[in-house]
């Protein structure tokens, strides 16, 4: 149980376009989801938190125009990244969770801006 | 400012050996921790987690130890075997913080045959 799906596992992006990058929990109904950001070697950053009907709440430093968080139903979320640039490479996490502490993570996605 | 602090990037240990790894913190609001096991390329997997009100939770292989006073927890991995080899986070949530994780930088464990 608690199996948590990322979509696309990977995409490569020119410069300028937008990508959308979709969290879905499976067996579960996610209460609320967050976005991660994870460099090279670093740990996982915070970027939202998102709750089912309302909107993110975003991390200090993290810019809401450009990463869109949008979160449709109980086992949806997505995170699109408008206008992109190479910066903006990463890899990208999302976990959701039930309710309580413990947070299922997502297999991640893996952006590359070109 | 990182409130959660993972002090050793790495650690080897030889395989059937006790696997110990530690993790520090600095915010008292803290009140349930976390250790996550992570591969290349994948999304961290849940492992096992402790409330601040236990000083102890076992679970197969895995033992994690609270220490409030020294604001320190432990997770001990013992016997370690090669499929234990990945990086390991710490990570805590604060009561009220809208169940928000604080990371650890990890730490690289590397179990040798």
Redesign the interface.
């Known amino acids: 149980g608690a199996v948590v799906s990322q979509h696309p596992s990977w995409v490569i992006c020119k410069s300028g376009t937008s990508v959308k990058i979709e969290c879905r929990s499976l067996d579960f109904q996610a209460t609320t989801m967050f976005w991660y950001r994870q460099f090279p070697k670093q740990s996982l950053m915070l970027m939202a938190t998102s709750n089912e009907g309302s909107k993110a709440t975003y991390e200090q430093g993290v810019e809401k125009d450009k990463f869109l968080i949008n979160h449709a139903s109980l086992t949806l979320s997505t995170l699109t990244v408008t206008s992109a640039h190479p910066e903006d490479s990463s890899f990208y996490i999302c976990s959701a969770t039930p309710g309580g502490h413990e947070q299922y993570f997502g297999p991640g996605t893996r952006l590359t801006v070109t | 400012d990182q409130q959660v602090k993972q002090n050793s990037p790495s650690l080897s240990v030889q395989e059937g050996r006790i696997s110990i790894l530690n993790c520090d913190y600095t915010n008292s609001m803290f009140d349930?921790f976390?250790w996550?096991k992570k591969y290349p390329?994948?999304?961290?997997?849940?492992l096992i987690?402790i409330s601040s009100i236990k000083d102890k939770n076992e679970d197969g292989r895995f033992t994690v130890f609270l220490n409030k006073s020294a604001k320190h927890l432990s997770l001990h991995i013992v016997p370690s075997q090669p499929g234990d080899s990945a990086v390991y986070?710490c990570a805590a949530?604060a009561l009220g913080g809208?169940?928000?994780?604080?990371?650890?930088?990890?730490t690289r464990l590397t179990i040798n045959p």
């Open positions: 349930y976390l996550y390329a994948e999304g961290p997997t849940f987690s986070f949530s809208a169940q928000k994780l604080v990371f650890g930088q990890g």
